[in-house]
Structure formats: C-alpha cells, structure tokens
C-alpha cells in the first residue's frame, strides 16, 4: 500500500518562500515519477512541477525561474521549493506519485501567499 505525505506549506507574503515535502511509503519495485499539483479556489486541478526517476524535470511556464523540483530516492521524497512566491500561488498543493501505473496522491497542503 503506497502513502504519500504532504508538508511544509503556510502562509508567507509575496516575494517570500517555502518548501514542500513529499514522502511516500510502500515503494518497492522501481522508484515512481513523483510530481506536484495545486488547486486554488473555484478552479482546477492543474501540474506545477514533476520529476521522473531519472531526475528529469518539468514546469509548468508560470513558475519556471521560481520554483524548483527534486528528489531525493533514498527516502522516496519529492521537494518544491518555491521562491518569490505571488498571491497568484495561493492554492492547495497536492504531491502525486505514478508507480506501477497507478497514482496516488497526498491530502494537499495550503499554500497562502499575502500581497
């Protein structure tokens, strides 16, 4: 049974940062893509950064230059390190991780950023 575990996020002003932790427990066979979410209010889901067992990464345009994805595989962790945050960041972040076809997700962790 994969678990994932979300951590790390608050509430910081614009300009300020933070960083995620993803952990997920359960992992056996292969090391898993591992990738972050977010859904602010009344909108959709929608992929800010992912990262496959390689370590080959990928952005969604709003947050490239700011926030940074990596892993770590010995602890099957995943890491968002988002820098000079904006209000427009403010949403809840969800980490998901892929492994044998399927995917799991964390309960999300609230990111509020005050302008």
Do not use: H
């Amino acid at each position: 049974q994969v678990q994932v575990v979300e951590s790390g996020g608050g509430s910081v002003q614009a300009g300020g940062s933070l960083r995620l932790s993803c952990a997920a427990s359960g992992i056996i066979f292969k090391l898993p893509v591992m990738g972050w979410y977010r859904q602010a209010p009344g909108k959709q889901r929608e992929l800010v950064a992912t990262i496959s067992s390689g370590g080959s990464t990928a952005y969604t345009d709003s947050v490239k230059g700011r926030f940074t994805i990596s892993r770590d595989n010995a602890k099957n962790t995943v890491y968002l390190q988002m820098n000079n945050l904006k209000p427009e960041d403010t949403a809840d972040y969800y980490c998901k991780v892929t492994y044998t076809l399927l995917e799991y997700w964390g309960q999300g962790t609230q990111v509020t950023v005050s302008s």
